[in-house]
């Protein structure tokens, strides 16, 4: 009988057993895991961010790299990727699948989903587990692009409502209609309407969602005992969230819907929508030093993006549960030895099970006898010497 998804506090989602066929470097990798602390360390460019991105893809999207599928496969394997997973959890023993389907008319490499063996929908993992994770790309996350931020953001509105993906989707579908007719020059009022109309329904309940997700993250930031991981104060820069808490949703959607509405000769100048909540941005300040999290250091920086991580696990663990299976690449980056001792007892607090990285075992001696260490070398893994 396949287990029905549920989030009934009884504990943790873990994966038992990974597998991947024709995955980056690994032509064949059969993993038995425990749940807890995993270190896989090993030389670099031998494999060890290959084996989190296939985490990674148990869940909707492009995976922690977000590079197209076809990109993924192993060089010269015929018929594309697999990942595979068996997983324990509230709901039960369960199993993931995912890979490519091979070509569409375009050229891109399609996705499939399995779950218990039924095939379905990428948006369905997230009824099923959920995955966070911090790379060295995004070190440079209060310093890039207000995208990177907007991405970051969204990923932790999934994890606690699986329906923001869908929003997303819609929106973007529609305000990519939107550019096409503005770049044709098109002035079909009805056309406009109808489209506009679906980017102010979708856009308005995306601010909302972001904007009660920042609420929730700061009570449980408020919370949380001091740590070497500094408080961050968190807020959202764009139209509809100002309006987010103060106006009803239907006053937000009228004034949306009237500014896209009156922009568009302005909008078909630009070539594109310049107004909505893909414009939006998170903003984050060092709470002690009351600096922004940009002017920073990179150790300081770190150390703020570990600590919201880590919150919002614990948020997930309460709203749900289940906290979310995390993949910390190149983790003791930035982090002196302090920090790095603090996150691994929060770590094993949270109960969640965690896969790190580094080219060192060494700088994770002091979890020794309370995680596995593993070393990966160029497609093979093996238990990790003295460990």
Request: proline letters at 5%; aromatic letters at 6%; glycine letters at 10%.
């Amino acid at each position: 009988m396949t287990p029905t998804p549920r989030n009934d506090g009884a504990g943790s989602v873990f994966i038992r057993k990974l597998t991947l066929t024709d995955f980056r470097n690994y032509a064949a990798l059969a993993l038995d895991l425990e749940p807890g602390m995993v270190v896989f360390s090993g030389d670099n460019g031998a494999g060890k961010t290959n084996l989190l991105e296939a985490i990674s893809l148990l869940t909707p999207g492009r995976g922690l790299r977000r590079a197209p599928y076809g990109e993924v496969a192993r060089e010269g394997a015929a018929a594309g990727f697999a990942v595979h997973a068996r997983l324990d959890g509230p709901q039960g023993e369960f199993e993931i699948g995912t890979g490519t389907t091979g070509l569409d008319a375009n050229g891109e490499a399609g996705r499939r989903v399995r779950i218990n063996s039924t095939q379905t929908t990428a948006d369905e993992l997230l009824e099923w587990l959920r995955v966070l994770w911090i790379t060295p790309a995004m070190d440079a996350l209060f310093t890039g692009p207000a995208g990177d931020r907007r991405r970051f953001l969204d990923r932790l509105v999934l994890a606690i409502d699986p329906g923001h993906g869908r929003r997303a989707q819609d929106y973007e579908k529609a305000m990519r209609g939107r550019n096409r007719l503005l770049a044709e020059g098109s002035r079909d009022r009805a056309w406009f309407d109808a489209i506009e109309m679906q980017m102010v329904e979708a856009g308005t309940a995306i601010a909302a969602a972001r904007a009660e997700m920042v609420r929730l993250l700061a009570a449980m930031i408020d919370k949380l005992p001091e740590s070497p991981f500094p408080r961050a104060d968190l807020a959202l820069s764009g139209s509809l969230e100002a309006m987010v808490g103060h106006a009803p949703a239907v006053e937000i959607e009228e004034t949306f819907r009237l500014a896209l509405a009156s922009g568009r000769d302005r909008d078909r100048a630009a070539g594109r929508t310049l107004d909505g909540p893909h414009r939006s941005d998170l903003l984050v300040r060092h709470r002690p030093k009351a600096m922004p999290a940009e002017l920073c250091s990179t150790g300081e920086q770190k150390a703020l993006l570990v600590g919201i991580v880590l919150s919002h696990a614990r948020l997930c663990g309460e709203m749900s549960g289940s906290v979310p299976i995390l993949l910390l690449d190149e983790i003791a980056a930035h982090l002196d030895a302090g920090r790095r001792a603090a996150l691994f007892a929060i770590l094993d607090e949270l109960g969640c099970q965690t896969f790190m990285t580094g080219t060192e075992a060494a700088l994770f001696s002091s979890i020794e006898g309370r995680a596995r260490f593993l070393t990966v070398d160029h497609g093979t893994v093996s238990p990790t010497a003295d460990h």
